[in-house]
């Protein structure tokens, strides 16, 4: 028997405001627990929230970069659970009337591209952190992240594999990550998914009972979780069994989805309108400025890449995964004048080098100068591999005694490759190559 998969997102992603969302504490990661509170996040009786108006804006960028409907009129709605890190009793979220609707993301599919619908964005809280490693037969509760803001981003359920739907949160974290709403930072939470997955017979049209799989905190964990919940599935159903409606975990150190609790449908936490927040009012005007602050997204870059630098377009999708990689390449290509040479020396050595080192483009010490500048000497001759070989081969038992661990030999082999290039190669450069070239 044949299945087909459905899968819809549920991102919510950490806005990047100092602030949050209805009070003046701070957002900043890693303090102190419990130290960045107020009576307002604390959910003391009395306390009132009031509206960061950055957050409304953000979310507005967000939407506008999506596609989305903004919404002339949206409102807070109040979403009422039971749980240690959610001091009030209930959340502040939106329901009926969310700050957008309708819009998409499209992704590459098959040499071709599928257009991923988006239901709604909304503006919402996070809760607190409950804690429990290293607390011996109790739970702590670190409030620092109630009252952060989020925008949560729902997806159609119309994602049919795990790679369709990693493709998806990449290109939707790119987008918020160029529009500077969100750092995208999965580890730290500020970028994380919810997957809903059912499968049905091929050739049916009702979807099938889904799952829900909670938090996940990385693009490799989505899809190995969602794979192994379509092969849970599968399997329980050519056993004669019933897939339950169900909230699960992805249990990253067995590699198992695990049963958290039953799927909470929409009635059961009461929704209700926010008695202590106004209705929010966009308006055009305030919609039309904040559509003039929007940057160049991934979709638009790409397409300029390919038409101004004439490189393929599987280049112009890595070099333009962010905005500063994107700026790096522009910068080396304008100076070197050699577009495709400056994407593949960035593509090929320098992330590769960037991801040993675990550092960001931004901190590498080899600038866009130092890479025109080496890719002009290797087309003039200056320096190349050649040369960097013809050092090596003069000087094998230094070599030898360098692999041995002798590791101050280097500033040697240094010294001789700015000999043989008359002192014309680029010093961070030459260190480059040499390292590379010394490792074997």
């Known amino acids: ?90 959340q502040i979220s939106q329901y009926e009337l969310p700050i957008a609707l309708n819009g998409h993301i499209d992704i590459p599919v098959d040499g071709g591209h599928k257009r991923i619908g988006i239901t709604r ?3 919402e809280e996070d809760a607190g952190k409950s804690l429990h490693e290293g607390i011996a037969g109790a739970s702590h509760v670190d ?25 998806y949160l990449k290109r939707l974290r790119a987008i918020l990550m160029y529009l500077e709403v969100c750092d995208g930072n999965m580890e730290e939470g500020s970028f994380r998914c919810d997957a809903n997955v059912s499968i049905m017979p091929k050739g049916e049209t009702k979807f099938g009972t889904r799952a829900e799989l909670k938090n996940i905190n990385s693009f490799r964990f989505v899809q190995k979780a969602i794979e192994y919940e379509i092969k849970r599935q599968k399997a329980l159903i050519m056993e004669g069994g019933k897939v339950v409606q169900e909230t699960r975990l992805w249990d990253t150190q067995k590699g198992i989805t695990v049963s958290m ?57 890595v070099l333009s995964v962010s905005r500063a990689l994107a700026n790096y390449y522009e910068e080396t290509a304008r100076l070197s004048g050699q ?6 020396w ?34 003039d ?16 038992d230094g070599v030898a005694a360098y692999r041995s661990g002798k590791d101050k030999l280097f500033g040697f082999f240094v010294g001789q490759a700015m000999k043989k290039s008359q002192g014309k190669a680029n010093p961070a450069v030459l260190n480059d190559l040499l390292k590379k070239k010394l490792a074997g």
């Not at 577009?339 to 593949?344: E, F, M």
């Not at 001759?381 to 094998?396: H, W």
Request: glycine share 6%.
């Open 261 to 317: 609790r039953g799927k909470e449908e929409a009635h059961d936490y009461r929704y209700f309108p926010e008695p202590d927040l106004v209705p929010v009012e966009t308006g055009n005007d305030w919609i039309k400025k904040i559509r003039k602050t929007l940057p160049e997204l991934p979709s638009d870059k790409v397409k300029r890449f390919v038409a101004d630098y004439g490189i393929p377009e599987y280049d112009a999708e």
């Open 121 to 123: 964005i909304h503006m």
């Open 346 to 379: 960035i593509m090929g050595d320098l992330l590769r080098e960037l991801k040993l080192s675990g550092i960001d483009i931004d901190e590498t010490l080899i600038k866009p100068a130092h890479m025109s500048k080496m890719i002009k000497m290797i087309d």
């Open 381 to 396: 001759g200056v320096i190349s591999g050649k040369v960097i070989d013809e050092v090596l081969a003069e000087n094998a």
């Open 143 to 167: 409030l620092n992240r109630a009252g952060t803001p989020l925008i949560e981003i729902v997806s159609e359920p119309d994602m049919r594999s795990s790679d369709e739907a990693v493709e």
């Open 339 to 344: 577009p495709k040479a400056a994407g593949n």
């Open 1 to 90: 028997m044949e299945f087909e998969t459905v899968i819809g997102l549920e991102v919510h992603a950490q806005l990047l405001t100092d602030t949050k969302i209805f009070c003046g504490c701070p957002t900043k990661f890693g303090a102190e627990p419990n130290s960045q509170t107020c009576p307002v996040c604390l959910g003391m009786p009395g306390a009132l929230p009031a509206l960061n108006k950055k957050v409304v804006e953000y979310a507005m960028k967000a939407a506008l970069a999506t596609g989305c409907e903004i919404q002339q009129t949206s409102r807070f709605a109040r979403k009422n659970y039971f749980y240690p890190d959610l001091p009030k009793g209930y």
